[in-house]
């Protein structure tokens, strides 16, 4: 929260000009040209069918966005009057009442800087004059001496690694094109007369149980003198008189506490913060802060070598997703829709995301909130896929980046690692310019890497670790990961882009899985947010221009036919792409989670999506949760339980494994139930048993199937629960072969809805009861089109066995039984088939 003496924000309605406009239309501030136009019905939305095509013209264009402001003369007479912009995108002069002020050439870097100079009493100007990011990337990509390539995708704007911007605004292997420009965040001037804070950046540390503070605090000071500094954290004072002289100060402070209580990821404790307040000369600056031990431990083993964050002593699974920017339109993106993906995070059990770097740094307001809900960070810089120039003016620019970026998070508990990109060293192999004069490359690599992302990083914040890239082989190792699972990161996508069947999950054991996925269709009611029915088709040109994987929508249809009968419609397409998207991310997370000693961490790419369209994420674009997001909640609770099936080379018995897992932090006795059932609907056999379950372990149980049984594809339902609280339990099933084999009979599921009418939150809306009389597998629900905000979905039923599922509807929303059951489908995998 920062204050000054007195301040005027210009954020609002300001004008926005261009050649393809005949006039000037309106623009709000902060937000973005794109979303201007947008509004003002100069081109259709660019998300609706094809017309994103009809958009890559705009990215050649100039814009001018202005706005006018009075200055009454109280304020005009401020000799201090600091203008400052969170994020100016991209190449952009700022003129202020015509006179140039600042040339802006990175989006990574807020501006601040003194306009006192420029302003008058009265009527003033601001403008921002943009110039084309693609245009002024394609320049600067012709004068450098040598080509420098990146990723090339179906619908892009070339060169994108010239430019400081948001990578992915360029296009991605799952969104559009859109180099649109604009000012976000805070648009605001503080004026004082005496002094102004311009740098306060706060690194809190612990030294055995005392909490320290330090403080990095740069002031400007127009009238030398005596000023009183104050600092506050938590209940605990201090001052100091500090006399200075005219000009610029940079001081280093500190304040301490003891005892503080520490920060956990959620699952492991709670969040407790403190705040911290820096007051001087009616300038203040107040923020939540915390404290907590962190290491990231890298020790060898009998593997190879850990990959193990170690938070307040305790070797911690990580378990989570990627995250990337919420919407391509930066104006279309909230803090609320951030809330909300990152409550879902939490709701489904994780405890770690990574910000990835295509995207973007996030506000101060993301990192807050997952300071206060324990969600731990993967902060990547913003490189990805690409190489990178090296030249002398790219180098300072990306080193006040990532200074500016680390000073303004790194009091953040929530951020736990610094990572240099995403897949660049991967990157060095990829093209034929790198293959044929790879030394060229590596001294760029190095130098923007090591040279000045890495030298920066351990400068601006020794707290944490760096690591140099993901995935990469370890810190002062710069060797390429991919197929590496003894130590460092690994981003494993054998399976999905490799084309390996789900068991090759097995075949690897990560140390620490930063990225595998898979992906699947959207929602229908998503699809109907960009295609008219008559193109409800996976391969109509509208439903192929929403997949950006050149081979996505063939692979998501050939891997139905491997595992599953052909579907019979495209609901049941969409239904068992969401299974098998599901079941992908479930083995891979259930295998590696039984190896706890070995893999540390599991983040599913990807959490999020910038569009409506096919992608790997496990919610959609207007936020709803897809069949993956309710079996995340699942494979990544603390208490869970899950079976697999090993191949035997020819002859020798299939081998059977079933594994607990707990991550609570005290020992559990558990009960678990186990029963066989055959396709049919017979119980075959069952084993009751209980286990005392260690914190923090997998194990494997031996109550296995006789072998015998195993001829008779079963399916085994698992009940795992804790005897001390019952309403920590899972459930799971193991079909022994792949779905499509089992001769499942037609089930016939019974539906009973009722009103539910309580006054507390989520306590009003349908609920809904299910059963069924023969073994019902895979059981979705979706309402008007979307799996999203039932209680939970894609689950079994048992023959005989009643499931109450509840749809929480606000009151005045609530509807009948009769009106939801119209609008109600119940998918299952036996009725998915032609
Ligand atoms: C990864 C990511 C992304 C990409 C994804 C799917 O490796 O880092 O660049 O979108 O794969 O292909």
């Given at each position: 929260?920062?204050?000054s003496?007195?301040?005027?924000?210009?954020?609002?309605?300001?004008?926005?000009?261009?050649?393809?406009?005949?006039?000037?239309?309106?623009?709000?501030?902060?937000?973005?040209?794109?979303?201007?136009?947008?509004?003002?019905?100069?081109?259709?939305?660019?998300?609706?069918?094809?017309?994103?095509?009809?958009?890559?013209?705009?990215?050649?264009?100039?814009?001018?966005?202005?706005?006018?402001?009075?200055?009454?003369?109280?304020?005009a007479?401020?000799?201090?009057?600091?203008?400052?912009?969170?994020?100016i995108?991209t190449c952009?002069?700022?003129?202020?009442?015509?006179?140039?002020?600042?040339?802006?050439?990175?989006?990574?870097?807020p501006?601040?800087?003194?306009?006192?100079?420029?302003?008058?009493?009265?009527?003033?100007?601001?403008?921002?004059?943009?110039e084309?990011?693609?245009?002024?990337a394609?320049?600067?990509?012709?004068?450098?001496?040598?080509p420098?390539?990146?990723?090339?995708?179906?619908?892009?704007?070339?060169?994108?690694?010239?430019?400081?911007?948001?990578?992915?605004?360029?296009?991605w292997?799952?969104g559009?094109?859109?180099?649109?420009?604009g000012?976000?965040?805070?648009v605001?001037?503080?004026?004082?007369?005496?002094?102004?804070?311009?740098?306060?950046?706060?690194?809190?540390?612990?030294?055995?149980?005392?909490?320290e503070?330090?403080?990095?605090?740069?002031?400007?000071?127009?009238?030398?003198?005596?000023?009183?500094?104050?600092?506050?954290?938590?209940?605990?004072?201090?001052?100091?008189?500090?006399?200075l002289?005219?000009?610029?100060?940079?001081?280093?402070?500190?304040?301490?506490?003891?005892?503080?209580q520490?920060?956990?990821?959620?699952?492991?404790?709670?969040q407790?913060?403190?705040?911290?307040?820096?007051?001087?000369?009616?300038?203040?600056?107040?923020?939540?802060?915390?404290f907590?031990?962190?290491?990231?431990?890298?020790?060898?083993?009998?593997?190879?070598?850990?990959?193990?964050p170690?938070?307040?002593?305790?070797?911690?699974?990580?378990?989570?997703?990627?995250?990337?920017?919420?919407?391509?339109?930066?104006?279309?993106?909230s803090?609320?829709?951030?809330?909300?993906?990152l409550?879902?995070?939490?709701?489904?059990?994780?405890n770690?995301?990574?910000?990835?770097?295509?995207?973007?740094?996030?506000?101060?307001?993301?990192?807050e909130?997952?300071?206060?809900?324990?969600?731990?960070?993967?902060?990547?810089?913003?490189?990805?896929?690409s190489?990178?120039?090296?030249?002398?003016?790219?180098l300072?620019?990306?080193q006040?980046?990532?200074?500016?970026?680390?000073?303004?998070?790194?009091?953040?508990?929530?951020i736990?690692l610094?990572?240099g990109?995403?897949?660049?060293?991967?990157?060095?192999?990829?093209?034929?310019?790198?293959?044929?004069?790879?030394?060229?490359?590596?001294?760029d690599?190095?130098?923007?890497?090591?040279?000045?992302?890495?030298?920066?990083?351990?400068?601006?914040?020794?707290?944490?670790?760096?690591?140099?890239?993901?995935?990469?082989?370890?810190?002062?190792?710069?060797?390429?990961?991919?197929?590496?699972?003894?130590?460092?990161?690994?981003?494993?996508?054998?399976?999905?882009?490799?084309?390996?069947s789900?068991?090759?999950?097995?075949?690897?054991?990560?140390?620490?899985?930063?990225?595998?996925?898979?992906?699947?269709?959207?929602?229908?009611?998503?699809?109907?947010?960009?295609?008219?029915?008559?193109?409800?088709?996976?391969?109509?040109?509208?439903?192929?221009?929403h997949?950006?994987?050149?081979?996505?929508n063939?692979?998501?249809?050939?891997?139905?036919?491997?595992?599953?009968?052909?579907?019979?419609d495209?609901?049941?397409?969409?239904?068992?792409?969401?299974?098998?998207?599901?079941?992908?991310?479930?083995?891979?997370?259930?295998?590696?989670?039984?190896?706890?000693?070995?893999?540390?961490?599991?983040?599913?790419?990807?959490?999020?999506?910038?569009?409506?369209?096919?992608?790997?994420?496990?919610?959609?674009?207007?936020?709803?949760w897809?069949l993956?997001?309710y079996?995340?909640?699942?494979f990544?609770?603390p208490?869970h339980?899950?079976?697999?099936v090993?191949?035997?080379?020819?002859?020798?018995?299939?081998?059977?494994?079933?594994?607990?897992?707990?991550?609570?932090?005290?020992?559990?006795e558990?009960?678990?139930?186990?029963?066989?059932?055959?396709?049919?609907?017979?119980l075959?056999?069952?084993?009751?048993f209980?286990?005392?379950?260690?914190?923090?372990?997998?194990?494997?149980v031996?109550?296995?199937?006789?072998?015998?049984?195993?001829?008779?594809?079963p399916?085994?339902?698992?009940?795992?629960?804790?005897?001390q609280?019952?309403?920590?339990?899972?459930?799971?099933?193991?079909?022994?072969?792949?779905?499509?084999?089992?001769?499942?009979?037609?089930?016939?599921?019974?539906?009973?809805?009722?009103?539910?009418?309580?006054?507390?939150?989520?306590a009003?809306?349908?609920?809904?009861?299910?059963?069924a009389?023969?073994?019902?597998?895979?059981?979705?629900?979706?309402?008007?089109?979307s799996?999203?905000?039932?209680?939970?979905?894609?689950l079994?039923?048992?023959?005989?066995?009643?499931?109450?599922?509840?749809?929480?509807?606000?009151?005045?929303?609530?509807?009948?039984?009769?009106?939801?059951r119209?609008?109600?489908?119940?998918?299952?995998?036996?009725s998915?088939g032609?």
């Open positions: 929260m920062p204050h003496a007195a301040q005027i924000n210009l954020a609002g309605t300001w004008q926005l000009q261009g050649a393809p406009l005949p006039a000037p239309i309106d623009i709000e501030i902060p937000g973005d040209v794109y979303s201007a136009l947008i509004k003002a019905q100069i081109a259709p939305h660019p998300y609706w069918g094809r017309n994103e095509l009809a958009w890559l013209k705009f990215a050649k264009e100039c814009w001018t966005i202005r706005r006018s402001f009075e200055l009454s003369q109280e304020l007479s401020n000799s201090l009057a600091y203008l400052s912009i969170y994020a995108d952009a002069a700022l003129l202020i009442n015509g006179q140039p002020v600042h040339e802006n050439r990175s989006m990574f870097i501006l601040l800087c003194n306009v006192a100079p420029y302003l008058r009493r009265g009527a003033n100007q601001l403008e921002v004059q943009f084309s990011a693609e245009l002024y394609a320049a600067r990509a012709a004068r450098h001496p040598y420098v390539p990146t990723s090339q995708f179906p619908v892009q704007s070339s060169h994108r690694n010239f430019v400081r911007k948001v990578q992915c605004h360029a296009g292997d799952w559009p094109a859109l180099m649109t420009a000012l976000y965040g805070q605001v001037i503080d004026f004082n007369r005496a002094l102004a804070i311009e740098q306060c950046s706060a690194l809190p540390t612990l030294r055995g149980s005392q909490g503070v330090q403080l990095m605090l740069q002031l400007f000071c127009q009238q030398p003198g005596s000023y009183s500094l104050q600092l506050r954290l938590g209940e605990r004072q201090q001052q100091r008189t500090l006399q002289e005219a000009g610029r100060h940079t001081l280093q402070e500190s304040i301490s506490i003891d005892n503080p520490l920060w956990w990821p959620a699952g492991y404790g709670s407790p913060r403190y705040q911290l307040t820096c007051e001087i000369a009616g300038n203040l600056r107040s923020w939540p802060l915390a907590r031990h962190l290491k990231l431990e890298s020790r060898e083993d009998r593997y190879g070598s850990l990959f193990q170690i938070i307040n002593g305790m070797a911690i699974l990580s378990r989570g997703a990627n995250w990337i920017p919420t919407d391509a339109l930066p104006a279309a993106q803090a609320a829709r951030s809330y909300h993906l409550d879902s995070a939490v709701a489904a059990n994780m770690m995301l990574r910000v990835w770097g295509g995207g973007q740094y996030e506000p101060n307001w993301f990192y909130y997952c300071d206060s809900i324990g969600l731990m960070i993967w902060q990547d810089c913003m490189f990805s896929c190489l990178y120039p090296a030249d002398s003016s790219f300072s620019l990306v006040q980046e990532v200074e500016c970026q680390l000073l303004r998070l790194r009091h953040h508990p929530s736990v610094w990572c990109n995403n897949e660049n060293v991967g990157a060095l192999g990829w093209y034929e310019e790198s293959q044929r004069a790879r030394d060229r490359y590596i001294v690599y190095d130098r923007l890497n090591e040279g000045v992302i890495g030298t920066t990083v351990r400068r601006v914040d020794p707290s944490r670790p760096f690591w140099p890239s993901s995935p990469c082989n370890g810190i002062d190792d710069y060797s390429d990961n991919w197929h590496d699972d003894s130590r460092g990161d690994m981003h494993y996508w054998s399976v999905w882009h490799e084309g390996k789900f068991e090759a999950y097995r075949e690897v054991i990560p140390r620490f899985c930063s990225e595998f996925g898979f992906q699947s269709l959207p929602s229908l009611k998503s699809i109907a947010s960009y295609a008219d029915p008559h193109d409800w088709n996976p391969t109509s040109p509208v439903m192929e221009h997949q950006r994987h050149p081979r996505g063939s692979i998501i249809l050939e891997t139905i036919s491997r595992y599953f009968r052909f579907p019979k495209l609901p049941n397409i969409i239904y068992l792409s969401q299974l098998q998207q599901a079941l992908a991310i479930q083995w891979a997370v259930e295998y590696w989670r039984a190896h706890r000693e070995r893999c540390a961490g599991m983040l599913y790419w990807q959490l999020n999506e910038v569009w409506p369209g096919a992608s790997w994420s496990s919610i959609e674009h207007n936020g709803d897809k993956l997001h079996a995340a909640r699942r990544y609770a208490l339980i899950a079976g697999y090993e191949e035997a080379p020819r002859g020798a018995d299939r081998q059977q494994h079933i594994i607990l897992y707990s991550e609570l932090l005290e020992e559990t558990c009960q678990v139930e186990l029963r066989w059932y055959s396709a049919a609907g017979r075959l056999e069952k084993r009751d209980s286990r005392r379950l260690q914190p923090r372990t997998a194990v494997e031996e109550e296995l199937a006789p072998a015998q049984l195993r001829d008779l594809q399916i085994l339902f698992m009940h795992l629960w804790s005897l609280r019952p309403q920590l339990c899972a459930k799971n099933i193991l079909l022994y072969e792949a779905p499509k084999r089992y001769a499942l009979a037609k089930v016939n599921i019974e539906v009973a809805l009722a009103t539910m009418t309580g006054k507390a939150e989520g009003s809306g349908i609920s809904i009861r299910l059963s009389t023969q073994p019902a597998l895979y059981v979705a629900l979706a309402y008007q089109k799996w999203s905000g039932f209680s939970d979905n894609l079994h039923l048992l023959p005989g066995e009643e499931r109450q599922i509840n749809y929480p509807m606000p009151p005045e929303h609530l509807v009948t039984p009769e009106q939801f119209s609008e109600l489908e119940i998918f299952d995998l036996a998915s032609l």
